[in-house]
């Protein structure tokens, strides 16, 4: 066992154990245990459980993302700042005053790739115990949790004709015709996922200030970048992974829009389009209370009145106004 698989063995120990607690749940309920529709949900299941895991880092990553998207002003200042300036003492300096600007808006840049990082070992204990499937199945020996008849049923499984273990490269023993089929719709179906999650971020909750910004031109690079690497990725990916990283990506599309709906980002196109809604209501603008709104709508009210009794008058106008109060 080398250093990559010996690190991975717990994760491949918990894959095994998800897999086997769903496929037990679901056996018990009166699903066929050697269906492949049965082992494709124990799949699913461990996929909604990574991401329910997941879910304090995805807020976390939300939170970075508009802390990062608040301080761009301020970063293209410092930017300017030290423009120019090659020298190590003025490179140091900068990123000195750009860990300061993190630190005060609670944001980092690597926090937008921590729900990902975390799901890497999972991906690849996965990755492992399908790839493990048919060698273990062979010699009549179990993977980890799984048993050894677990692992022939789980062998045998097949998802439109197609075993799970088996990649778009490497058909397996199964219908090569449908496997190929499977895999090249799986794989579009993971990219485009993942473009359309990337896309409605940039799209809706970005501010005006952020798509100015260089981070809006690297976000607009990383949407058709991941897709691309994912899709070339894919076609080493066994069935069973393309399931998994697919339904994931739907959930983050899923979650993402319900957060940019009910928590999107000052300033952004999701937040007028949520204010026209609240205002349809009845309901005060996004994180005002109705106290705050209505203050502020009399202060408008009462700058708009000071501003008519104090429009400028032309001299015709006065020379009008004097005549009429001599007339009278």
């Known amino acids: 066992m080398n250093l990559f698989e010996l690190i991975l063995f717990p994760f491949r120990w918990v894959v095994s154990a998800v897999l086997w607690v769903f496929h037990e749940l679901l056996t018990a309920v009166g699903m066929d245990p050697a269906a492949g529709i049965t ?36 970063m293209a200042k410092l930017q300017a700042k030290y423009k120019g300036k090659k020298d190590q003492l003025s490179r140091q300096a900068m990123a000195q005053e750009q860990m300061e600007l993190y630190k005060r808006h609670g944001s980092n840049p690597f926090s937008a790739c921590l729900p990902i990082l975390v799901q890497m070992p999972i991906f690849f204990g996965l990755f492992q115990v399908l790839n493990g499937v048919p060698t273990s199945a062979a010699a009549g020996e179990g ?12 062998n045998e499984a097949t998802f439109f004709g197609a075993p799970l273990f088996s990649t778009l490269l490497n058909p397996g023993d199964g219908n090569h015709v449908a496997t190929i089929v499977l895999a090249v719709v799986m794989i579009i179906a993971m990219s485009a996922s993942q473009f359309f999650t990337q896309k409605q971020l940039t799209a809706k909750n970005m501010s005006e200030t952020a798509k100015a910004s260089p981070m809006y031109r ?55 389009e949520l204010n026209e809604r609240r205002a349809a209501k009845g309901l005060p603008p996004f994180g005002k209370t109705a106290e705050e709104h209505e203050a502020e709508v009399e202060e408008q009210r009462a700058r708009a009145a000071a501003g008519q009794r104090q429009q ?10 004097a005549k009429k109060k001599q007339a009278r």
């Open 143 to 154: 993977v980890h949790v799984l048993n050894a008849a677990t692992v022939q049923s789980f």
């Open 39 to 74: 082992w494709v949900l124990c799949i699913v299941g461990l996929t909604l459980v990574m991401r329910t895991l997941t879910i304090p880092l995805f807020l976390k990553q939300i939170k970075s993302m508009r802390g990062m998207q608040e301080l761009q002003p301020e």
């Open 312 to 321: 400028p008058v032309g001299k015709k106008r006065q020379r009008q106004q």
């Open 218 to 272: 690297q976000q607009q690079m990383m949407l058709y970048l991941f897709p691309l690497v994912f899709a070339i990725g894919g076609i080493n990916f066994p069935i069973g992974v393309l399931i998994y990283w697919t339904v994931s990506n739907v959930w983050s599309m899923g979650q993402q829009w319900w957060v940019i709906r009910n928590n999107p980002t000052p300033g952004s196109q999701a937040e007028q």
